[in-house]
């Protein structure tokens, strides 16, 4: 469990789960959900017990990219989380389903997120992803301060907003005291026979990552295959045959269980043994 914020309410465990990691953005529209859902659907892959929770109240989107629009179910107080590609969900979209918008105050919302977290009967996970509405809002701000987080990942394109807004969303995990496991550059280049062509600017990933000091931890091209997978509920970390995209996101999984691994180690209490 990482330090607290000054003032802040304990952070409750949640049993069975082992890491909780967030994957957050500073703005919309930079492929956060499609980052956390082919994230998830890789640790899952890899061979790790993995819930998804879709904490994107205003657009959930993840049921979409996963393919499931089912009903969740209670067993006594506990809402059984829905299942997919290994991964368990919980989202808004199962709640509120279609297009009608959700008009709900701060409260109500905060209220939703804690009943996801503690009242859904995830068992026992290695992993569980949190995707995040994207900015700084109370939302988030509210879940990153009652949850044990193993550490956030923001997720960001290469222009020069999406990297202002990226910094704020570092700067929000940090002045909370969560360890930042690094960023994700989203959409770097479009490969366009064999030449790499930089839509959105170059670099800028990396740059922003040396300037707040964290980890770049990848680089994700934009593919129309990615994009196809997300709209019909088959994201590409799904497709058994062998592809450069999918590749990237097991690349980036193993880096985020790497860096996941070392932040709870600096976070254990170190026991001294008398002589």
Do not use: C
């Not at 701060?106 to 068992?123: E, H, K």
């Not at 690094?182 to 170059?202: A, D, P, Q, W």
């Not at 509920?233 to 450069?244: D, R, S, V």
């Amino acid at each position: 469990m990482g330090p607290q914020a000054p003032g802040s309410q304990p952070k409750l465990p949640i049993p069975g789960v082992q890491n909780i990691i967030a994957v957050g953005s500073g703005k919309g529209g930079v492929g956060k959900s499609t980052v956390a859902v082919n994230l998830a659907i890789t640790l899952s892959k890899l061979g790790y017990a993995v819930g998804l929770m879709d904490a994107d109240v205003y657009g959930p989107n993840v049921p979409l990219m996963m393919g499931i629009s089912q009903t969740p179910h209670a067993i006594g107080q506990r809402i059984q989380p829905l299942e997919a590609y290994g991964v368990r969900l919980m989202s808004m979209a199962f709640l509120n389903p279609g297009d009608k918008p959700l008009v709900w105050r701060g409260p109500m919302l905060n209220s939703v997120i804690q009943q996801f977290l503690r009242n859904v009967d995830w068992g026992e996970l290695d992993y569980l992803i949190i995707d995040l509405p994207p900015g700084t809002g109370d939302v988030q701000l509210t879940l990153i301060q009652t949850t044990p987080l193993t550490g956030a990942v923001v997720v960001t394109t290469p222009s020069d907003v999406a990297l202002e807004d990226a910094r704020k969303a570092v700067n929000m995990f940090e002045q909370v005291r969560e360890e930042v496991l690094g960023i994700v550059e989203n959409m770097s280049y479009l490969e366009h026979n064999g030449e790499k062509l930089y839509i959105f600017g170059r670099g800028g990933g990396a740059r922003t990552a040396e300037l707040m000091k964290v980890p770049l931890l990848a680089e994700i091209p934009l593919d129309p295959a990615t994009r196809a997978g997300g709209d019909s509920g088959h994201p590409i970390a799904t497709l058994k045959e062998p592809n450069a995209q999918a590749a990237l996101f097991e690349q980036l999984a193993k880096k985020i269980i790497e860096r996941a691994e070392a932040t709870k180690q600096r976070q254990r209490p170190t026991i001294t043994i008398a002589d």
